[in-house]
């Protein structure tokens, strides 16, 4: 009855972008700057604005089509602009007058950047600086040319670790994997010759252990469980902000 007419249908990929947070930064390096975050952005009108309600918002590193995907146990943070704003304030944060928190007499201002010529991350970005503005956080937006932002040897700012957010995508694999982006030895220094791409700088004991478990075992239904553990402490440290596959 449709002869001639093309019908699309439109899949979750295994891309997932995120924010990393730079863990040595004097605000973000507290969970409660990360998790008012989280609690402020409507991850959900980015869905809807920039793509249209076609993909999902997600809460783990390892997306929700995936085998190693543990719902049950993913920490989860609603929209709550309220709830984002009582969490600076019990961080012992005050509202300035110009409408920004402080802390110590300092404002509240990250800069978060990304790459230029990208549409849908230069609307992503707008919507976060515009939603975080309402809970009182400063945000500067960055545009840099991708061979700039991703450069390596310690020539980018995701590589040295000079940025502060940042905002790209990882592609998943069939195999989680995970060391190679959150695992404490792979945080990129001078030392290591800025090699690995733990750019947040995430160092937590019980998630290295983990993680090093999780990639020795070989048995799938016994390596579930172990990453299902792994995320959920992720997702309680949340070193990163996930927005969306």
Not at 102 to 124: C, D, S, W
């Amino acid at each position: 009855a449709n002869a001639g007419v093309i019908k699309p249908y439109y899949t979750p990929a295994m891309v997932w972008e995120h924010v990393d947070f730079n863990l040595d930064n004097e605000f973000l390096k507290d969970a409660n700057v990360r998790k008012a975050i989280a609690q402020g952005v409507d991850r959900q009108s980015i869905v809807d604005k920039v793509l249209y309600g076609k993909t999902q918002v997600i809460h783990s590193w390892i997306t929700p089509n995936h085998w190693a995907y543990s719902d049950t146990v993913v920490a989860k943070y609603a929209f709550n602009k309220e709830e984002a704003k009582n969490r600076l304030e019990q961080a012992g944060f005050t509202m300035g007058s110009a409408g920004y928190y402080e802390k110590g007499g300092k404002r509240l201002k990250l800069k978060l950047t990304t790459t230029a010529a990208n549409k849908p991350r230069e609307l992503t970005t707008q919507i976060i600086q515009a939603n975080l503005k309402e809970v009182g956080i400063e945000v500067e937006l960055e545009y840099m040319p991708s061979r700039q932002f991703f450069a390596t040897e310690g020539k980018g700012p995701l590589n040295a670790r000079t940025f502060e957010m940042g905002l790209y995508a990882w592609v998943a694999g069939d195999d989680p994997g995970g060391m190679d982006i959150y695992h404490s030895s792979n945080i990129p220094s001078a030392a290591n010759a800025y090699a690995g791409q733990n750019t947040p700088g995430y160092k937590n004991p019980t998630n290295d252990d983990l993680l090093v478990k999780a990639n020795a075992e070989l048995d799938e239904a016994k390596r579930k469980p172990i990453y299902a553990e792994q995320q959920k402490v992720w997702t309680e440290d949340l070193p990163v902000l996930p927005l969306y596959q």
